[in-house]
């Protein structure tokens, strides 16, 4: 792996194995992503090392949500973490 300037894995669950490759790449200046979708649920984790700047273009506040229900309703409701209830 040291040949290349990231490495992307996807759907790999074994979490010891992707600990070692992350710190595999973080110790030789590799770029790390790995993510995965499990039914309604996904994830992505992205480690370029120390000096990796994030720019943020909006000033936007992430927002986390965990679906709380699917209908064909107009209103959909969303139950953010922390169980705050938003509607959109």
């Known amino acids: 792996m040291k040949n290349y300037d990231v490495v ?3 759907d790999n669950y074994d979490k010891v ?3 070692e490759f ?3 790449c973080h110790e030789n200046n590799i770029g790390f992503i ?7 649920y996904g994830f992505a984790f992205v480690d370029f090392g120390d000096a990796h700047k994030v720019h ?3 000033g936007e506040e992430v927002k986390n949500a ?3 229900s699917i209908s064909s309703d107009d209103v959909i409701i969303f139950q953010e973490i922390f169980s705050k209830v938003s509607k959109f």
């Not at 790995?34 to 309604?40: E, K, N, P, V, Y």
Request: charged residues 15%; glycine residues 10%.
């Open 34 to 40: 790995t993510s995965g979708i499990l039914g309604l």
């Open 8 to 10: 992307v894995l996807t």
């Open 66 to 68: 965990i679906v709380a």
């Open 22 to 24: 992350n710190n595999f």
């Open 56 to 58: 943020d273009k909006n």
């Open 17 to 19: 194995k992707l600990i």
